[in-house]
């Protein structure tokens, strides 16, 4: 099953795209789109593909049985692979399958007596394809994408001088920024629950812990302004300053890793981290101000004038 599950995910999805009843591609074929399949002990089928719903197999099914959303019971034999994309596998006494068995997000039960030739592979690396998680995963990540997008187009628009402030913390301050992000992603929610403790705080601590995801996402938004900003620069002379296009461009980055499961949530802790810590030390360097011309040198003596060669006076015998 490992060499085949990309060509088995390019055909079920290509199947996908004509299957919207049970039908017949080859002698036997069961492609369902929202169903079941119920293969009963004297019956023999071909593939069988459902999209939504459970396959119970008694009989023989001589290919393939892939469900991608759902639950497959087998207790006779299967000539092929065993998929359950979002759902559990069950193989009672006297199942017999001859290729793999294969359940990136579900259950697998093998009662005693059933038979695998292949291997049983679980909690593979493709779950997160599963169609019930993709979904949800997708709906969550359109969310955080359109609100970040927002979130970084305003604070450009109200504060364009503060991004470029937030961008020369990266460069002069790197290091204070990380400590400064880590302490105030970690120390925020603490000085909350303090706060909580205590009677009077607890107006305040309620208002931070509320306003905690708010900050993370204007974190998170500088994150992509900083990234995107060292890569598109301001134009020659600053006569553009390009702020828009290297936002995008750092959002689109952020965004895209963020699809990647683990990798999107560990992007979104640092880059919400990072960026509070890049907000907290441009904040604390205007909050100085402008660091205070250089001290001129000593002045120098002025030299001796010396008057022009007709102008002097010669000395007197």
């Not at 006494?93 to 259950?107: F, I, L, N, Q």
Request: hydrophobic share 50%; charged share 15%.
């Amino acid at each position: 099953m490992r060499g085949r599950s990309l060509p088995l995910l390019l055909l079920v999805t290509a199947l996908a795209l004509g299957a919207g009843k049970p039908s017949a591609g080859r002698a036997g074929d069961q492609i369902v789109l929202s169903g079941s399949v119920d293969v009963s002990r004297s019956d023999r089928v071909g593939d069988v593909v459902i999209f939504h719903g459970t396959a119970k197999i008694d009989g023989t099914a001589e290919g393939d049985v892939v469900v991608l959303d759902g639950a497959i019971s087998v207790a006779g034999t299967v000539r092929g692979d065993v998929v359950a994309l979002d759902g559990s596998v069950t193989l009672v006494e006297g199942a017999h399958v001859t290729g793999d068995v294969w359940v990136p997000h579900g259950d697998a039960r093998i009662d005693v007596g059933a038979k695998i030739d292949g291997s049983l592979e679980l909690r593979t690396p493709l779950g997160f394809l599963a169609p019930a998680r993709l979904i949800r995963k997708l709906s969550v990540w359109i969310a955080i994408s359109v609100s970040t997008l927002a979130l970084g187009l305003l604070l450009l628009l109200l504060a364009p001088r503060g991004a470029d402030a937030v961008f020369e913390a990266l460069r002069r301050r790197p290091g204070a920024s990380v400590a400064w992000g880590v302490g105030a992603f970690l120390g925020l929610p603490v000085v909350a629950v303090l706060a909580l403790v205590t009677l009077v705080g607890i107006p305040f601590g309620l208002g931070l812990l509320l306003a905690l995801g708010f900050m993370y996402s204007v974190g998170y938004a500088w994150s992509a302004w900083v990234v995107g900003r060292a890569l598109i620069r301001p134009g020659r002379h600053g006569l553009s300053r390009r702020r828009y296009p290297a936002f995008l461009v750092g959002w689109a980055i952020l965004r895209a890793v963020g699809f990647v499961p683990v990798l999107g949530a560990i992007t979104w802790v640092a880059g919400a981290a990072f960026g509070l810590g890049l907000m907290t030390v441009a904040t604390w360097r205007a909050r100085k101000g402008p660091l205070p011309p250089a001290l001129p040198g000593p002045v120098p003596p002025r030299p001796a004038f010396v008057p022009p060669p007709e102008e002097r006076v010669p000395p007197s015998p």
